[in-house]
């Protein structure tokens, strides 16, 4: 009988513990942002994943009513605005802005101090754009199929350019050399716009691009193809690369993550302004300049996306013996 009374009073005493903490957590997501929250993003301001963050961060400051401070830490493919994020306090103060580079990284790097799928806690993810495989104006292949018989007709007689060893870039170009057969020499820069300052002059042929809307707009680049699985409405003209090769698909996106362990209430209630964010038309617009769509979602789509990356860029890594600068 004793055993069966200390058994209820055990029980009991869980559920009024647990009746503490729900109100308890209630108060934390409800008073989350109660100071300004640093969004850092691993890039030098002006690209892609800084003006994303800069769009998030303003509609975030609007409906939290606390600055969301854009913290520009640039350097080791953006393992350095990584690692920040990773190791600092997870309280929802410290957030990241991120592209595809962490999720290769995972396989790119072998002497990490952070395993960046474990160490994260995803969030959601904001756009998604394609690249564009793109020639100089003069370049003879006006098509894809040109393109492949030009190039298996001159192996290795074509630079292919990038933004980086190991970047999104180089790696969209390493899978349509894997799926074509066609071999070209990979010319890595440090950034696009060197890149494609070189691609319209002709000092090398072709180049996954983003952000070339512009460009192809005035005519300085002629689009082969985007890279994503259906056409882009800022590009409609422009085939799919999946029209010619089926499963090719390649998007550059970005997202925002936190440090594991960030309470789900944070979490959840950041997850939730984002997607309302995404929702307002003013944003809706200046993401379609951009070439991009708005993406949203909850977590653990966020959470699929970051593995599915992971494994499909690891494989071309390995295939290609990929080796960071």
């Known amino acids: 009988m004793a055993s069966h009374i200390g058994r209820r009073k055990f029980f009991a005493t869980l559920g009024g513990a647990a ?10 997501a409800q008073s989350y942002p109660s100071r300004p929250v640093h969004l850092l993003v691993g890039y030098p301001p002006g690209g892609t994943s800084d003006v994303v963050a800069r769009l998030i961060g303003q509609q975030l400051s609007e409906r939290f009513g606390q600055p969301f401070v854009i913290e520009n830490r640039s350097g080791a493919g953006t393992n350095i605005a990584t690692e920040a994020v990773v190791k600092a306090a997870p309280d929802g103060y410290t957030l990241l802005v991120v592209d595809a580079a962490p999720a290769i990284n995972t396989t790119l790097y072998h002497n990490l101090n952070f395993v960046f799928l474990r160490d994260i806690a995803p969030v959601a993810c904001v756009i998604s754009t ?6 100089s104006p003069s370049f003879p292949a006006k098509t894809v199929p040109e393109f492949v018989a030009y190039a298996k007709a001159n192996p290795r007689k074509l630079n292919m350019a990038s933004n980086g060893n190991g970047a999104l870039q180089h790696l969209a170009g390493e899978l349509f050399k894997m799926m074509t057969g066609v071999e070209m020499v990979h010319v890595p820069y440090r950034g696009a716009a060197p890149a494609l300052t070189d691609l319209m002059s002709g000092q090398v042929q072709v180049m996954f691009a983003a952000s070339t809307v512009e460009y192809i707009k005035a005519g300085k680049v002629h689009p082969l193809a985007v890279t994503t699985a259906t056409r882009s409405e800022a590009l409609p003209d422009v085939p799919a690369l999946s029209e010619f090769l089926p499963s090719y698909d390649v998007a550059a996106w970005n ?15 950041l997850n939730r302004e984002i997607n309302n964010a995404l929702g307002d038309p003013k944003l809706k617009v200046r993401v379609a300049e951009l070439g991009s769509r708005v993406v949203g979602g909850s977590p653990a789509d966020y959470a699929k996306l970051l593995a599915e990356e992971a494994e499909k860029w690891g494989k071309v890594i390995r295939a290609a013996n990929i080796k960071p600068d």
């Not at 394609?130 to 020639?135: A, D, F, I, K």
């Open 19 to 28: 009746a503490l903490l729900a109100p308890a957590c209630i108060a934390r």
């Open 130 to 135: 394609p690249l564009v495989m793109v020639v």
């Open 255 to 269: 997202g925002v993550s936190a440090p594991k362990n960030t309470p789900p209430e944070i979490i959840n209630n």
